[in-house]
């Protein structure tokens, strides 16, 4: 019952950036988490940063102070400013939304830091 339009992943060089965004829709209405895991080859998803309706975000320790998550709540997007992006960060990042007591994911995007 839930959608999503991932966008913004690409192939950028170390230190550069990247703004990722998704836009959730259907039975989005209230929802009391919003974030992005990611997942590398041979590596489990792992949580790098999500924001509550009321505005605390949460970060993975490796991200901190590089990545930055937004939403625009009116709308159920979720924004993920990544910069100095390094090449461990590459990976597939999903969007994700906790609504109504489930879990969704998206479908994912790509993200590649390689010169």
């Known amino acids: 019952q839930v959608q999503f339009v991932e966008s913004g992943g690409g192939l950028v060089q170390p230190g550069g950036s990247l703004r990722l965004s998704c836009a959730a829709s259907?039975?989005?209405?209230?929802?009391?988490?919003m974030g992005w895991s990611r997942q590398a080859p041979g590596k489990q998803r792992e949580s790098v940063a999500s924001i509550t309706s009321d505005g605390s975000g949460n970060y993975a320790d490796s991200v901190k102070g590089r990545f930055t998550i937004s939403t625009e709540n009116a709308k159920n997007t979720v924004f993920l400013q990544m910069n100095s992006l390094k090449p461990e960060d590459t990976a597939v990042y999903y969007c994700?939304?906790?609504?109504?007591?489930?879990?969704?994911w998206g479908q994912g995007t790509q993200v590649t830091v390689s010169s």
């Open positions: 994700k939304i906790i609504v109504g007591g489930r879990l969704y």
């Open positions: 259907g039975s989005t209405s209230n929802f009391y988490l």
